[in-house]
């Protein structure tokens, strides 16, 4: 069958591989879309030629799993691989995925795994929302957008903090609007708040932190500019009581219930409470201008793959 | 009435200081003795000359809370004073002082308020100890030193690193000893921890926060070196679920029962289980010295002044 693979570069191609053979637990799907993380590229550049890739699949189960366990053959799923989604077929354990609605279409379903449960699993290192004053760095962003809407939808009065004015998409269009309010990061405002939710790294990340209140929470869960994070002396004093967690999700996932929380994101979608924006959508034969649309920063959200 | 007071600079002089009026909810408690925190110090290069000193006490109600709360004439008390202990009398809110058994004379009692919370707060946010592996840095100083007390008694093996070898003083002769493993931070190991509790900042807590393993805890109560904590991009996936938190006692004690928490305390040490290290013993009249043996770093332990 065909895959696409890492070119041992910062690019992929096409390759025949061999057909994935199940293990008990594991449920055959045929592909019908995926959609693109910064994982992937990362993985891209970091594996040997001809590495498998992708974690995001939407498909329909050809074969179920010998355990017994998961969908029935013929049902629509969405879950994550081990990084070989990207291909005609893959072999998925049935821990790793939930059965998808009709109303949602493939490419709809294919942006949740990996984004909305980052998103979903951040917001929860903060407790309850309701009433509380939350910044999310990178509102544009795959998970970003994403994290908004579940924000306001529990409760919280939403900061989206954006790269630059003209620059929000479909941000100003959401459920919950009245409660998110938009402000560019290059003149960011100081009003305080109780927690961060930040993927953006560098200065961005500096100036939202210093604005997090006494027992507030910070939590990162990636670093597009790849700077460190300073804390000076004493950082502490400023704002007592503030906790500070990084969320990685492919560690997350092996403690969790993925089916069940894959379902609430599901559920979210379908009732139009969690709406994704789809930035892009490529057949999987124009996978290079999918990526060159991301890393060139031209598209906000999401970019889908469709078989 | 006599008062040790900032001279403008970093040191201190004796000053006739007005005696002190009580509130309602106040005591006024003659004064035995007192120790040095860092937190003295800060104050007192900060503020203008004249400014009053000192948050360690130990000493004897003269007048009771108008409003009826608190200890009797005549008990003995150990409490924390704000920033006026350094006097031969002090009026203190009766929700910071807890009583003092007979057995403590007054330099053993005036070392546990600010160290000895601040190590018992601090210990208390990385949750159960029993059986997990706690580094603590500093640990000859005065928090340190009894931070690696308290969290051998709560079950936990602990490293307690020290600058270099031939400086440990007391921390060999400890109970729970056979818990306590000495480290010299210029040759630390790289056995994985769970809990870092550190307050030197710079290479020694980049050191140890590298060995933290997946789900633990590193908690901050100061920073010696004076140097900012640097956390380079994807921090988190190398020890995921690690919560980075800062312990700043003089806000903590705003929400605490600190009555309570101080006769814990004063219970451990009246019992032997904690046992404070008094490095340097001055008449307040010394009080340079006792400054100067700090600055120094001479001493390990507690610096305690007696009047």
Do not use: C
């Not at 407790?127 to 962003?141: C, E, F, I, M, W």
């Amino acid at each position: 069958m065909k895959a696409i693979v890492s070119d041992g570069g910062f690019g992929t191609r096409f390759e025949d591989v061999p057909d994935p053979l199940p293990r008990d637990d594991e449920i055959l799907v045929e592909v019908q879309a995926t959609s693109i993380n910064r994982a992937d590229l990362l993985i891209a550049s970091k594996q040997p030629r001809g590495t498998q890739l992708g974690i995001d699949f939407v498909g329909t189960v050809l074969t179920t799993a010998a355990d017994g366990s998961g969908p029935a053959r013929g049902q629509r799923v969405v879950g994550l691989a081990k990084n070989n989604s990207w291909s005609e077929v893959v072999a998925v354990s049935t821990d790793r995925v939930a059965t998808l609605p009709g109303e949602l279409d493939a490419p709809a379903g294919a942006v949740l795994p990996v984004a909305g449960l980052t998103a979903l699993y951040a917001l929860e290192r903060a407790g309850s929302l309701l009433g509380r004053s939350l910044l999310v760095t990178g509102a544009n962003g795959g998970v970003g957008h994403l994290a908004v809407q579940l924000a306001a939808a529990s409760g919280a009065d939403v900061i989206a903090q954006i790269r630059e004015n003209g620059r929000q998409f479909a941000l100003d269009e959401l459920p919950d609007a009245s409660r998110i309010s938009i402000e560019a990061a290059d003149s960011a405002g100081a009003a305080p708040i109780d927690v961060l939710l930040d993927s953006v790294g560098g200065a961005v990340t500096a100036g939202a932190f210093a604005r997090i209140r006494k027992g507030g929470n910070a939590v990162f869960f990636g670093n597009t500019v790849r700077e460190d994070l300073h804390l000076r002396p004493d950082w502490g004093h400023a704002r007592p009581g503030v906790r500070i967690e990084w969320l990685y999700l492919l560690d997350e996932i092996t403690r969790r219930d993925v089916p069940a929380d894959l379902s609430v994101l599901v559920r979210l979608a379908e009732t139009r409470r969690l709406r994704p924006h789809i930035g892009g959508s490529f057949a999987w034969s124009d996978i290079d201008k999918a990526l060159r649309s991301i890393l060139d920063r031209e598209v906000g959200g999401k970019v889908v793959l469709t078989l």
